[in-house]
Every structure is written in structure tokens, then in C-alpha cells.
């Protein structure tokens, strides 16, 4: 069966030094991806359960609420449920659902709520897609899902225009590293210097896609990563 409260973590994260820690749910996508009626009760169910679960320590654990991008219609409802009623602070932006990306006119509902409310969203690869579902163990999917579930996230954020329509949206990407943004930055910017001149693909953007990225993007750091001066040399706006 599971937990129903929280027991004994909070010794271990005091001992580790840890001030807070966001939850996600192990096999994210069954909260998150399954489709109409269906998708929006199973993401209501976790949340629920994991409001429980975290009752008592909701000073240091903090669930991101899930949310149905299977039934996007639902979306925005849902958050201002899970913020106003269960306390959540945070909430879970998919990468992409189908053959939808995160530009898709039907989010914009749950930007708008996002903002509104001022909840961060925050994107967190699953190793599933079509990019990563041609490989054949989990190996090779694992290394490529974080970065081929990211990356078109981030593309249709900037380039499809969501930052400039929804210009406080923050969203933060998860387990991809801190370096990975940056050659994104730089291939977004190169094309940029061309496609400004074609309005009706560079998604009304007023100014190049890195800096969107800096105003309006977060990404965490693996604990294993190498030298970092490049990332914190181009992130300083947002980390300092």
C-alpha cells in the first residue's frame, strides 16, 4: 500500500543539510499524460494524495502539483485548486503530449493561471517520446530522454512565443544540468539574426530568444558536475 504520511524523512534532510525538497512522482507521465476525463482524475488523485502525504512538514517538502496535459481544458482549474485549497507552491509543466508542444494555443489557460497565481512550472523529463522510444534499453534512452524531453520545451517556450505573451512565467528545468541550456541559447540566437526578419515564424518575440531564456528560465545543477564557470558566467542574472 502507499504511504499515507510522511514518516522520519525530515531527520534525514536536516542531516543532509537539505532546507527544502520538491517532490515529483515516480512514472510522472500516469499523472500527467493519459488523456480526457481519465488524465484529469489521475492527476487530481496524486495531488491529493501527496497533499497527505506532506501534512505537518509543508515546510520543507514541497510537492509540485500535476497536471492533466491531457485534458489541457482542465489545466488552470486544477492549479488554482491545488495552490488555494492544498497549499502547493509549485506545479509540473510536461515537455510535450503527443503531437503537442508546450506552445499549443490550449495551455495558454494555465500560463495565464500560472502567472496569475505566481507559481513557478517547473518541466521534468521522463525518458519517454518519440526521440528516445527509437532506442533499444534504458541505457540509452535515460542519457538522451532528459535533453530530447527538455529541449523542445524550451524551443516552443521561446520561439513559439509563450515567454513574450506570458512575460512573468517562470519555468524551471529539471535534471538536465546547468550546461545544457547554453548551446540552445546560442543555436536560438544564430537563427534569430534571420528569422526576425520573417514575423510569421519568429513567434512576435521583441528580442532574442536568450535573453527570454535568462528572464524567464531556472535550471538545477547535478551534484557531479564538472566546471561551471560558462554556466554561471551566463545564468549570473538569474542566480545572483
Wanted: proline share 6%.
Amino acid at each position: 500500500m502507499p504511504a499515507t504520511t510522511w514518516s522520519g524523512g525530515s531527520k534525514d534532510i536536516k542531516k543532509e543539510g537539505i532546507d527544502k525538497q520538491i517532490i515529483f512522482p515516480t512514472g510522472i507521465n500516469v499523472a500527467t499524460e493519459n488523456i480526457g476525463g481519465l488524465g484529469l482524475a489521475c492527476a487530481q488523485a496524486y495531488n491529493n494524495w501527496v497533499a497527505k502525504l506532506v501534512k505537518g512538514h509543508e515546510d520543507v517538502l514541497l510537492p509540485a502539483a500535476m497536471m492533466p496535459a491531457g485534458c489541457p481544458e482542465a489545466m488552470a482549474g486544477e492549479l488554482h485548486r491545488c495552490v488555494k485549497e492544498l497549499g502547493f507552491k509549485a506545479s509540473h509543466l510536461v515537455p510535450y503530449i503527443g503531437n503537442r508542444n508546450v506552445d499549443h494555443p490550449t495551455f495558454y489557460p494555465y500560463y495565464q493561471a500560472a502567472e496569475e497565481l505566481g507559481v513557478p512550472l517547473f518541466c521534468h523529463p521522463n525518458s519517454n517520446g518519440e526521440l528516445t522510444d527509437r532506442f533499444d534499453n534504458f541505457f540509452k534512452t535515460h542519457v538522451l530522454g532528459r535533453v530530447l524531453n527538455c529541449t523542445p520545451a524550451l524551443v516552443a517556450l521561446v520561439l513559439g512565443g509563450v515567454f513574450e505573451k506570458f512575460p512573468k512565467l517562470k519555468v524551471a528545468f529539471f535534471e538536465c544540468s546547468a550546461e545544457w541550456p547554453l548551446y540552445w541559447m546560442h543555436r536560438m540566437d544564430d537563427d534569430w539574426e534571420w528569422a526576425k526578419d520573417f514575423p510569421q515564424i519568429s513567434g512576435g518575440l521583441k528580442m532574442a530568444p536568450s535573453e527570454y531564456v535568462k528572464r524567464n528560465c531556472y535550471v538545477t545543477c547535478e551534484a557531479d558536475e564538472g566546471d561551471m564557470t560558462q554556466s554561471l558566467k551566463r545564468w549570473a542574472k538569474i542566480i545572483s
